[in-house]
């Protein structure tokens, strides 16, 4: 699925914030993922784990990713 996605821009985020997503709660956006708080040019983003598997599809939105599609494999 990630193949299909791929014109959507990724980062990987840590476990402490895949916990996050996966319970539904957004994750505040910071220079260490590489996403500017401000960059409005984004509306959805891609969030990997560190073994470039796809978790969740995100919303960036005041800040902070949003998670719209959650994956459990």
């Not at 260490?32 to 990997?48: A, C, M, N, Y």
């Amino acid at each position: 699925m990630d193949i299909v996605l791929d014109d959507i821009p990724a980062v990987i985020i840590g476990e402490g914030e895949i916990k996050k997503i996966r319970h539904g709660q957004s994750i505040s956006c910071s220079q260490s993922l590489g996403i500017l708080p401000l960059d409005e040019t984004l509306l959805s983003v891609r969030l990997k784990d560190s073994s470039n598997v796809l978790v969740a599809m995100s919303t960036l939105k005041e800040g902070e990713l949003h998670p719209n599609r959650v994956f459990v494999y």
